[in-house]
């Protein structure tokens, strides 16, 4: 009696041995899957979260080229120090030293972050359009020999295309 009670023993402690490495295996395998999965959705997240979704007065503005109302943006009088990004990709396109004040209700700037900006001349071949070097975006137009500043130029930027970066520990105030 005691050697089948033994014998039996055996036999389940294998038999639950081998069911446990076949669930350790299913297990592994489940999550390799896993982290396959975990992966191609971290890479489809990023390049999502690369573009911001747009409101539809940015779309508006970024996609179909409109134009925000003048004196009605957010840093049209904004004088922190910083970078203005792309709203679109957040790439850098201005730095707020370049910034200044035409008194023409957009944000104004002489100079761009250097090959952070596209110019291309409008259909009617009067303006020229300036749009984000790396995603296309619109951003407004720019105008030379206004005499503003010595360089110049003026791009004239719409407040919704772009978005602000504050200069780490030297806002406005903190000095
Ligand atoms: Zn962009």
């Known amino acids: 009696m005691k050697i089948i009670l033994s014998v039996l023993l055996i036999g389940i402690v294998l038999s639950m041995?081998?069911?446990?490495?076949?669930?350790?295996?299913?297990?592994?395998v489940t999550e390799t899957k896993a982290n396959d999965?975990?992966?191609?959705?971290?890479?489809?997240?990023?390049n999502v979260t690369q573009f911001t979704?747009?409101?539809?007065?940015?779309?508006?503005?970024?996609?179909?080229?409109?134009?925000?109302y003048p004196f009605s943006g957010k840093y049209y009088k904004f004088e922190e120090e910083?970078?203005?990004?792309?709203?679109?990709?957040?790439?850098?396109?201005?730095k707020s030293s370049d910034k200044f004040d035409a008194h023409c209700g957009w944000p104004s700037f002489d100079d761009e972050i250097q090959g952070a900006v596209?110019?291309?001349?409008?259909?009617?071949?009067?303006?020229?359009?300036?749009?984000c070097n790396n995603c296309g975006g619109h951003l407004g137009h720019v105008f030379y020999d206004?005499?503003?500043t010595d360089k110049?130029?003026?791009?004239?930027?719409?407040?919704?295309?772009?978005?602000?970066?504050?200069?780490?520990g030297n806002k406005k105030g903190e000095q």
């Open 146 to 148: 206004e005499g503003f």
């Open 152 to 168: 110049n130029t003026r791009h004239c930027a719409n407040s919704v295309s772009l978005d602000f970066i504050p200069k780490p």
């Open 17 to 28: 041995n081998g069911q446990e490495q076949k669930a350790e295996k299913v297990k592994v």
């Open 53 to 68: 979704k747009l409101t539809e007065l940015e779309k508006y503005v970024i996609i179909n080229k409109g134009t925000e």
């Open 37 to 46: 999965k975990k992966e191609s959705e971290l890479t489809i997240q990023e």
């Open 118 to 131: 596209k110019k291309t001349i409008d259909t009617d071949g009067i303006r020229t359009e300036i749009t």
């Open 82 to 94: 910083g970078t203005y990004v792309c709203k679109q990709c957040k790439v850098p396109l201005y």
